[in-house]
């Protein structure tokens, strides 16, 4: 089973996280890390925090020569703000006066922090439930996505709307009716996006969108939104029906839904399919040549908690952040008094980040299941492993039912 733990404050020292389980002989390249920490730095509607950070993952442990050693793998991300925050941050004795903080942002982890933890500083809350710890977790799960590449998977996303403006292209419909181009894979979305500031699809959509950031800004308030994470090249087979636990599905609406903000998760058509008729929802099973498949994808690629080896498909929203330069109102704890929430420097928009976050968490997800099916100590027993399972698939189910 692989496993990794994050560890670091916002303003602390570092980020760092370790990696277990995975094979070795897997190759790994730092840039490869690197490359997908600054496409999670991207986007316009970024704040001052992403001026400032240029993260970059340093190796600790756990491979030698761009290779793993099947042993932990340790990864460090320096804060560059540390040098600003030195005497606030401290793990040794306070040598001068820190100012508290008492007043908590809503829809933000503050109040809740301060009282399961018993403080009385909001900011031992705010350091831990930043978003910065995804910084850590984009660079755990570069190692998943590295992994799944040596099998031909491919995860991309693309943002769908942000503050309600949607595209007049609807591209996931191509999604749902598994209307894709020959040899698509989802990086080929990604790659399209990470063209755009704000990761749509189409030139009209975005400059729509940028003019509602700009509005949002000028009013000092915030905006969230939607994005889609699409991963293929998966085989039929990953995950079960027999525990709530082994679902595929459960699994990724947990990963998805565990990132900072974000508030619904949907695998396929997820909430429209509950106002369609059956035979409008479920997807048709057909024979195309040897293999037996669908002609649809509403199910986004899960049947049963299992994979069926089309295209996973999740959507997910994500809420306006919670930090507003025109702030709304609070308690100041140390009074008891209605006052306006806390200013914290942040961003007006997160959303294009968000969804690069996403793809790692479904990377990770993909990759725990792949490797608990497909097991293997090193890269080549796994595909040794992979490669027979594939092969005798389909060949399998037709001499069942054949007798």
Known sequence: MIRFLTAGESHGKALTTIVEGFPSNLKIENEYINFHLKRRQAGYGRGLRMKIETDTAEILSGIRFQKTLGSPISLLIRNRDWENWTEKMTADKKKTAVEKITIPRPGHADLVGVSKYNFDDIRNSIERSSARETAARVAAASIARKFLDEFGISIGSFVESIGGIFPRTNFSKNLYDNNLPKNFSGWDISAKADRSDVRVLDTEHERQIINKIKAAKKKGDTLGGTFFVVATGLPLGLGSFVHYDTKLDAELAHSVMSINAVKAVEIGTGFGCAEK?????????????????????????????????????VRAAMKPIATLMSPIESVDLKTMKPVDARRERSDFVAVPACAVIAESMVAWSLAKFFLEKFGGDSVEETKDNFRAYTQKLNKRVEKNFKG
């Not at 195309?288 to 080896?309: F, L, V």
Request: overall charge neutral.
């Open 277 to 313: 008729f059956g035979s409008e929802s479920h997807d048709e099973i057909v024979r195309k040549g040897e293999i037996i498949s669908r002609k649809t994808n509403r199910a986004g690629g899960i049947e049963g908690g299992t994979s069926t080896g089309l295209p996973i498909i």
